[in-house]
Nanobody
């Protein structure tokens, strides 16, 4: 059974930082690309960042680039995203997602096979 479990969400003031982690089990982690998405109530799920199965390639949304850093530890089956200089508009539920096909580069949610339950990030002004 594939499981993705997010952790690290919480409440932070604008300008602060949070580090989200995603623990993955039940699939061949070393061939899975992993991404972070976020979603506000009433809005579509939005791509934030992704990292290839090898860790050599990353991709960021325009809003995340320069503030967020995605990384992976294949020995621990874990992907993290360090979020700095947070803004109130970063408030959302953050989800990690895995694509087990070794494909990388598609930002659409439909490209990802497995999803976590999400973790809430709230940035106060």
């Amino acid at each position: 059974q594939v499981r993705l479990v997010e952790s690290g969400g919480g409440l932070v003031q604008a300008g602060g930082s949070l580090r989200l982690s995603c623990q993955v089990s039940g699939l061949t982690f070393t061939t899975a690309s992993v991404a972070w998405f976020r979603q506000d109530p009433g809005k579509e799920r939005e791509f934030v960042a992704a990292i290839s199965w090898s860790g050599r390639t990353t991709d960021y949304s325009d809003s995340a680039r320069g503030r967020f850093t995605i990384s992976r530890d294949n020995a621990k089956n874990m992907v993290s995203v360090q979020m700095n200089r947070l803004k109130p508009e970063d408030t959302a539920v953050y989800y990690c997602a895995a694509d087990s096909s070794k494909h990388f580069g598609d930002r659409g949610p439909a490209s990802f096979d497995y999803w976590g339950q999400g973790t809430q990030v709230t940035v106060s002004s």
